[in-house]
């Protein structure tokens, strides 16, 4: 029996370690793309490349967020009752109703383009949001193939999907960015085209995955109880709908962004300022949270499981450590970023004027909290898709979005605070939706993460490293370049970090033993002491 509960165990780690380990790669070339393309066009095409993106975003998120979700909860389900031949026809049923939502998602892009870009202020966006208008449906095709091998807990697919969108996107999008250069506009144009095609290549490459993972199976031995079709899609629009709404979060919050910077801002480059806040800003705050995003992928087919065999006490154990795990992955991100925000800036774009750097290094600091708000939020939205309460996350979604708007609304208006009313009211949205999540996690779900080890201990941790770092990056920054600095820094304060996890006992030996990436690690440091 501890043998089965360990497997099933390191089968969720895996899946969480292979997702994290895909989802670092892809921003890590996203990021590599952004800097020579930010450098390239600087920040007004970045406000124009950023334009499409919260709408796009938002489409996406209404086409595709729900259902992936739902249909890796239905197949994990399917298989832990034994049902293979019922979980292949889920994924058939969802695919047909993802086909459809990303067809209409296509033709109002594209037909409402120039109506689009005239609201959100900049006409010059118009092509861009034709041009990435075929995507929604490539995105919405993809996304039934990543909840079908979620659910099977094979999350290799989906890893290298997203690695292999991000080589597409930045092979076409930097060429073609190049080669119009110092038109603007089209060279953003080109940049939009090279995510169209990347999503199309990530498309052809799991039909082929899927195709060859086919003829390795065992021939499927039909149940006795019949598939009904009617009511698996009522269960995947049942279970997708709010999961839809509670992962509007991010593209509602861009959204307002791009509608209310321009708006409100009474400076002759708005445009320059979102780009700055959408670009280098939004890509070092968006990088950090890649490393839980697999937490949270995971946790839902993993906790199901447990719930569809009755093992509450497993999904609760399963769910405090996804908690725990969060904190303290998302904690020294959020530390460091605030920390080192000016060198990392400086590092990744230094294409940019100095000012704009600047600009973008302040915004890091005031945002940078936020990384930790948003981890949490995934997690805990997980958790509670997992296990069943679908609606809870979507109440806590419009709290923080309305107060992000009224924020976002005062404090954009006011000349002194100007474009940082930005970074300030998404934080303060990110805690919102955070706090209701995991209250209601503790109130309602009844899973209780001791707070001596879920908050305390990680965050004497990263204090610790906090001012190892303040102490010692002005001396670093006297005698080495910058670009050596940051990595010096960076590496330093993991070590730091480490090495007060282990003096303060954050895991216990069997919980270092499960950590991804750095379990043996950990545990063989745990021994030692």
Not at 236 to 265: A, H, K, Y
Not at 436 to 461: H, S, T
Request: proline share 4%.
């Amino acid at each position: 029996m501890q043998k089965t509960i360990n497997k099933k165990q390191n089968g969720f780690l895996k899946g969480v370690f292979v997702l994290s380990v895909g989802g670092i790669v892809a921003k890590l070339i996203g990021a590599f793309y952004r800097i020579p393309l930010t450098n390239l066009v600087g920040s007004y095409g970045m406000g124009l490349y950023q334009f499409v993106f919260p709408l796009f975003s938002l489409l996406l998120t209404i086409s595709t967020a729900g259902i992936p979700v739902a249909v890796s909860k239905l197949v994990a389900e399917k298989i832990a009752i034994g049902r293979r031949d019922h979980s292949d026809k889920v994924f058939k049923t969802a695919l047909g109703l993802l086909a459809l939502f990303g067809l209409v998602g296509s033709v109002v892009l594209f037909a409402f383009a120039d109506g689009i870009s005239a609201l959100q202020g900049n006409v010059d966006a118009s092509g861009a949001y034709k041009i990435i208008s075929p995507a929604v449906f490539f995105v919405c095709i993809i996304s039934a193939y990543r909840g079908y091998f979620q659910g099977l807990m094979q999350m290799e697919p989906t890893a290298l999907s997203q690695v292999v969108e991000q080589v597409v996107k930045m092979a076409i999008g930097l060429s073609g960015a190049i080669a119009f250069m110092p038109d603007v506009v089209k060279s953003i144009n080109f940049a939009i085209l090279g995510v169209t095609a990347s999503e199309l290549v990530a498309l052809l490459l799991l039909v082929v995955i899927k195709k060859f993972a086919n003829k390795k199976q065992p021939v499927l031995t039909k149940t006795k109880d019949a598939f009904n079709t009617k009511s698996t899609i009522k269960q995947l629009l049942v279970l997708c709908l709010p999961i839809t709404m509670s992962g509007l979060i991010i593209p509602l919050t861009q959204l307002v962004d791009s509608v209310l910077v321009l708006n409100l801002l009474k400076v002759p480059n708005a445009t320059g300022l979102y780009g700055v806040w959408a670009g280098p800003v939004h890509s070092l705050l968006n990088m950090p949270v890649v490393l839980t995003l697999g937490i949270s992928t995971a946790i839902v087919p993993a906790i199901s499981k447990h719930y569809a065999k009755g093992d509450d006490v497993g999904a609760k154990q399963k769910a405090n450590f996804a908690i725990k795990l969060t904190m303290v992955v998302g904690l020294p991100c959020s530390l460091g970023l605030i920390v080192l925000a000016q060198p990392v800036t400086q590092l990744l774009y230094g294409g940019l004027p100095f000012d704009e750097i600047l600009l973008a290094s302040d915004m890091v600091r005031v945002a940078g909290v936020s990384v930790l708000f948003l981890s949490l939020v995934q997690t805990g939205t997980a958790i509670l898709q997992a296990g069943g309460r679908l609606y809870a996350p979507v109440v806590f979604l419009f709290a923080s979005t309305v107060v992000k708007t009224l924020l976002s609304v005062v404090l954009l208006s006011n000349k002194d605070i100007n474009v940082f009313g930005a970074p300030v009211s998404s934080v303060i949205c990110y805690f919102v939706a955070c706090l209701g999540d995991l209250l209601y996690i503790v109130r309602v779900q009844k899973i209780k993460p001791r707070f001596n080890e879920v908050v305390a201990k990680p965050l004497a941790c990263g204090l610790v490293m906090t001012v190892f770092l303040l102490a010692t990056r002005s001396l670093f920054a006297k005698f080495l370049p910058n670009s050596v600095c940051v990595l010096v820094l960076v590496c330093l304060g993991v070590v730091v970090y480490l090495a007060m996890i282990v003096l303060l006992g954050v895991f216990d030996k069997k919980e270092a033993s499960k950590v991804p990436v750095v379990g043996r690690f950990l545990q063989k440091l745990y021994q030692e002491k």
